[in-house]
């Protein structure tokens, strides 16, 4: 099934109505066809670690517990402990100590709750050189185990919060080195070969140190108030490296304040971290404390430095500078692709520093920030979809190409659900963010993230009592489930849509539903209702003029016929090729083309389905999933002609092209290959 990618001089429109998402069904693999040529797989030199802890400090036996655990029959480890005790700087440091060469991969998991994201796999593909990565989930997985199969990376997984999110990102190389940090031991993962590294505070002596280290006056390790404050610290990193960051005025103040005995050590521990997170705040200039206080109340995100500027009221002229002070004092954490993350502890805090006269504000600047910025994006990839007004505009000439908008919603994957989230408590339009990153599902695959999110914005649109918006989230949203093998919760979706449609008078809804309802039907093997649902859908869009949408519902009327009634599918698909290419859809022309050459092949005509297969394949190029297709029949019908030569190697390119999109298809064939 596809989406609403318009290829180029065509567009989604309907006669007397607006333009929108619509499916183009027609997918043996139930994926979305690309309008545009997938890069051959390149192996490149990632390296994605975040960058050292600047004052790292002690941890000897640790490392050499680290080296000890990783051998050759052991790679996988896990570092755990309370917030602020150091399982990120431990993990980082060692790795940055091993042999360069591998390629290192990361993943911040630290604010995800429940399964692995899919974007994380998606960004590790990418930076593997597969710019279209598969959309299924297994079929990510089987590829990332393939790729490192005979590659040694390393590989940090930081903030994991259960073993399930951890299984999916193991690489299959013997050489490779995994390290995972968690608050708790994840102590499932034992079954996958893990070994536990329970982490404790640092030892006084090396505790000292550290806060020697960090100080900016560099305090005298052996000086008695610079011990009574590491005492008093319990040992935690987070809380040496902030005390040491914020007494200014001298250690002797400190340490009176923070060793009172009326205190257990944890306790102190605390105290510590509060006091510097106090004393950092009440001396650092207004707009960089403004810049805190907003960060605070916002949900666990990833902020860069045009987020934060549009999240400062009045916009700050350097929130780079900003971010980068926050940085400097321990209360923002680097990550890679210039963003930074606000520990738990310290957003609690900043929390705690806001003026309760508006919680929300951030969050509505926020939101509004990432809306105008979608819908910019979403109209210069996806423009036949970006057909509902929101209420926060696009700014024009954002984006330079559409490869920095989709480098934009890209980098913005992680933050989607945290917002949308929020978005909803807020009564803020979700559904209008949902429908603006469009391009990140239609183009990603992100299968679980798109249901996610069509959730939530579905809730918000009924909420809101937003009836366009509302179909919308059921048409888009059905389109996911179908796309990721979920048929019946799209067949159900479609219904809704179905029924909001007609409620509403939106012939255009009507048939999209109609049209995905007779795809899903389609794919689960209903092939009588699929019949009958595309045929109403062709009647419908008859009534209202729209062409276009005609010859997508008779590709995949033809596919459910080819099943059944092999005459019908082949006048079917003819006819759909003959209207599409009327219409100048040079592309949906050649895929109507495609489908006719293989009935052919299958009627016995191998002769002729390898001349119109062979016409047809330059004209799907743009689409990986097509061309495979388009190759995999070429095989076939010169197979059946005779030509063995010519159809190994037709099927050698299919392997390969199935290969960026669906392991599973190229060992299929493979595994035919070898018979």
Request: glycine share 8%.
């Amino acid at each position: 099934m596809t989406g609403p990618t318009p290829a180029a001089g065509t567009h989604n429109a309907i006669s007397g109505g607006r333009s929108g998402p619509v499916l183009q069904a027609g997918s043996v693999s139930g994926g979305i066809h690309h309008h545009y040529q997938s890069p051959a797989p390149h192996r490149t030199t990632v390296r994605q670690l975040p960058r050292p802890a600047p004052f790292f400090t002690g941890r000897k036996r640790e490392l050499q517990d680290l080296n000890d655990m990783l051998t050759s029959t052991s790679t996988l480890a896990v570092i755990s402990g309370i917030p602020g005790i150091g399982k990120s700087a431990l993990a980082t440091e060692w790795l940055r100590r091993l042999p360069t060469g591998p390629a290192t991969f990361y993943a911040d998991l630290t604010h995800v709750q429940g399964p692995l994201p899919e974007a994380v796999l998606q960004q590790w593909l990418r930076a593997l050189g597969f710019d279209r990565p598969p959309g299924h989930r297994s079929e990510a997985e089987a590829l990332w185990r393939s790729l490192t199969a005979d590659r040694p990376v390393h590989v940090l997984i930081d903030g994991a919060s259960e073993s399930e999110q951890v299984r999916p990102l193991l690489p299959a190389a013997a050489g490779a080195r995994i390290v995972v940090t968690s608050r708790t031991s994840l102590w499932e993962l034992a079954v996958d070969g893990a070994e536990l590294l329970p982490l404790v505070p640092l030892h006084m002596q090396d505790a000292v140190q550290l806060l020697a280290r960090a100080c900016p006056h560099r305090l005298d390790p052996d000086a008695a108030d610079t011990v009574r404050i590491a005492e008093s610290c319990g040992g935690l990193p987070l809380a040496l490296v902030l005390t040491a960051a914020r007494h200014r005025t001298g250690i002797a103040p400190f340490a009176a304040l923070l060793t009172d005995p009326a205190h257990n050590p944890l306790e102190r521990a605390r105290m510590a971290i509060t006091t510097a997170l106090d004393d950092a705040y009440n001396n650092m200039p207004e707009p960089a404390r403004s810049l805190y206080r907003t960060l605070g109340q916002l949900p666990g995100i990833l902020v860069t430095s045009d987020m934060a500027a549009a999240m400062s009221a009045p916009p700050a002229p350097d929130a780079t500078g900003h971010l980068a002070d926050l940085a400097d004092e321990g209360l923002l954490d680097p990550v890679p692709g210039d963003r930074f993350r606000m520990n738990d502890i310290v957003r609690h805090h900043a929390r705690a520093c806001a003026p309760a006269a508006d919680p929300g504000e951030p969050l509505r600047l926020l939101f509004n920030w990432m809306l105008g910025r979608a819908t910019a994006a979403q109209r210069l990839l996806t423009p036949a979809q970006a057909t509902l007004r929101t209420h926060a505009p696009a700014p024009a000439g954002l984006f330079s190409d559409a490869g920095a908008a989709q480098a934009w919603l890209d980098g913005q994957a992680d933050n989607l659900l945290p917002v949308l989230t929020a978005a909803v408590e807020q009564d803020l339009p979700a559904w209008e963010l949902t429908d603006a990153f469009w391009p990140l599902f239609h183009f990603r695959h992100l299968y679980a993230l798109w249901g996610a999110a069509h959730e939530i914005g579905l809730e918000s649109a009924r909420r809101t009592g937003t009836v366009a918006g509302e179909r919308q989230m059921l048409n888009s949203g059905a389109i996911g489930f179908a796309s990721a093998g979920e048929h019946g919760k799209a067949v159900d979706w479609y219904l809704q849509c179905l029924d909001a449609s007609r409620t509403g008078g939106d012939v255009r809804d009507e048939g999209q539903a109609l049209l995905g309802l007779g795809a899903a039907h389609f794919h689960a093997g209903r092939f009588p209702q699929a019949t009958e649902t595309l045929i109403q859908a062709i009647s419908v869009w008859e009534g209202c003029g729209y062409r276009r949408g005609i010859g997508l519902a008779q590709i995949t009327l033809a596919e459910v016929q080819a099943a059944t009634d092999p005459d019908a599918a082949l006048n079917t698909v003819a006819a759909a090729r003959t209207l599409l290419a009327d219409l100048g859809e040079d592309y949906e022309a050649a895929r109507a083309l495609a489908l006719h050459g293989r009935f052919l092949d299958e009627a016995g005509r191998s002769a002729e389905a390898v001349e119109e297969l062979t016409q047809a394949l330059p004209q799907v190029r743009s689409s990986s999933r097509w061309q495979a297709r388009v190759k995999e029949w070429l095989g076939d019908a010169h197979d059946h002609c005779g030509d063995q030569d010519a159809a190994r190697m037709h099927r050698e390119d299919a392997a390969l092209l199935y290969d960026l999109f669906s392991p599973d298809n190229a060992a299929r064939l493979r595994t035919q290959a070898a018979r």
